[in-house]
Each structure stands twice: as structure tokens, then as C-alpha cells.
């Protein structure tokens, strides 16, 4: 699930299914975005360090994985397909 700025920027309506090849990882997930949608590179991640780029977060299970190391695998739940791999626009304020 992508935040709605994103989907329209990608022209995506809804959720993205995506295959990925094991071991399942955020790496690899957001690599596979950004091939199938290239118009979305550099804006979940930047494009030349891969980090996570500020106010974007990644939640899966109901886990905040936005500092786990991005090769880590992620839930087997999320790999197979049953549970959602979050991306989620981050609000600021005071």
C-alpha cells in the first residue's frame, strides 16, 4: 500500500501486488516498485543511498520497520502475500 500522492504520481488505483524473489526484504520490495513504477524512484527512498527519505515510513504486522536493516527479511505473512507491506507518509507538526 502505497500513500495517495504516490498512487497518483504513479497512476496506481489501490493496492500494488508485486513479485518479489526470496528472501522477501525491504530492499528488494522497494527495488521491484521502482522498476515497475519508475517514476517513483528517489521519492520512497533516495535514489543514489537508498535510505528512506525523511516523513516516509514502512510498516508490516503492525510493526514500525522504518530502522530495521533493509535486507533483513521481512514477515512471512508479508512475503506470501496475505499481509500488507505499508508505506505511509509521515505528518509533522508542532
Known amino acids: 500500500m502505497l500513500p495517495g500522492p504516490l498512487r497518483l ?19 528488494r520490495l522497494l527495488e521491484e516498485l521502482e522498476r515497475r513504477y519508475p517514476v517513483l524512484l528517489g521519492t520512497v527512498r533516495d535514489a543514489q543511498t537508498g535510505k528512506r527519505r525523511d516523513f516516509i515510513r514502512f510498516f508490516a504486522e503492525g510493526q514500525d520497520l522504518s530502522h530495521k536493516p533493509p535486507d533483513d527479511p521481512l514477515p512471512e505473512s508479508v512475503a506470501a502475500g496475505r499481509e500488507p507491506y505499508l508505506v505511509v507518509g509521515a505528518i509533522a507538526g508542532g
Not at 14 to 26: D, F, H, N, S
Request: no cysteine; hydrophobic share 45%.
Open 9 to 27: 504520481l504513479a497512476k496506481i488505483d489501490g493496492e500494488v501486488e508485486l513479485e518479489v524473489a526470496a528472501p522477501v526484504t525491504q530492499r
